[in-house]
């Protein structure tokens, strides 16, 4: 694909990375970190499989912009937009892995209470 585009041809990550201002990125980390334990189990409810999914492809198309970065200008707010984005992209991670967790748990549940 064109640089910048993630594989499924839709949003510009690397180009909607580039123009956010870092009080936008900040903002979004902080709402992120702050409200994602709480919603993870009704995300669990809701669709764990689709929502974990697109954590986890939200954390892979940051990786992918910040390795597209790699070599540019690395002036302080750069460096701390990367920072961030390292940030987002651990949140989604660890989202996607909170609510595939919470998938389990309640497999379990229901396959104990089967037996």
Do not use: C
């Not at 389990?104 to 229901?110: A, G, L, Q, R």
């Amino acid at each position: 694909g064109a640089k910048g585009a993630s594989s499924g041809g839709g949003i510009r990550s690397a180009d909607f990375l580039r123009d956010a201002e870092l009080e936008e990125v900040a903002f979004v980390a902080k709402q992120l970190r702050e409200n994602l334990p709480k919603y993870a189990p009704l995300a669990g409810q809701l669709g764990g499989k689709f929502a974990s999914k697109l954590l986890e492809r939200a954390g892979a198309n940051i990786e992918h912009a910040l390795t597209e970065w790699d070599g540019e200008e690395d002036s302080p707010e750069r460096r701390m937009l990367r920072e961030v984005s390292r940030g987002l992209s651990s949140a989604a991670n660890l989202g996607a892995n909170a609510i595939n967790g919470q998938m389990d748990v309640s497999k379990k549940e229901e396959e104990s209470k089967r037996s």
